[in-house]
């Protein structure tokens, strides 16, 4: 029988990821997001239901008004006041909201309901739920390599 940690090799050479520019980032280009599952998730969220939001694919710059102009009535022969803009550009980095769940192949095949079903459903609602939060919550704050996401209990 063999052992997991003997399966387990570790090299001397650090493993290729997407955020190294020179080892293996190269082969995984920017791509716009676009996906079957993006689609199924996207109307379970808050975001999905807003009208005209902008959608913006990763690793760009964008603009955004963060003063905006401002409008005044004047009278007749009197000085039209100005208003200046502020803009700024923002990045949108790379973020992954994931959920792991394992599942034998025993359950897999042989559930009533089907397991692979129910957990796809619950996975959809655990992270729209995720998603919503994070648009929501203005405490919410980006933090490299770590954030949890939490369902609220039914």
């Known amino acids: 029988m063999w052992r997991l940690d003997e399966l387990i090799v570790k090299g001397a050479v650090a493993a290729g990821s997407t955020s190294d520019s020179s080892w293996a980032g ?8 676009a996906g079957e599952f993006v689609e199924y998730l996207r109307p379970a969220t ?18 955004e008004v963060t003063a905006d102009v401002s409008a005044a009535f004047v009278g007749q022969g ?3 006041p100005a208003s200046a803009l502020s803009l700024a550009t923002p990045a949108l980095a790379i973020a992954q909201l994931v959920i792991i769940t394992p599942l034998t192949l025993e359950l897999a095949q042989d559930s009533s309901p089907h397991a692979a079903a129910t957990i796809a459903a619950d996975c959809r609602a655990a992270l729209a739920a995720g998603l ?8 919410r704050v980006a933090v490299t390599d770590t954030s949890a996401f939490r369902r609220a209990q039914r």
């Open 26 to 33: 190269p082969l995984a280009p920017q791509q716009t997001l």
């Open 46 to 63: 808050i975001i999905g239901r807003i009208p005209g939001l902008r959608n913006v694919p990763f690793n760009v710059k964008f603009g």
């Open 132 to 139: 919503e939060e994070a648009f929501v919550d203005p405490d």
């Open 78 to 80: 009197k000085p039209y």
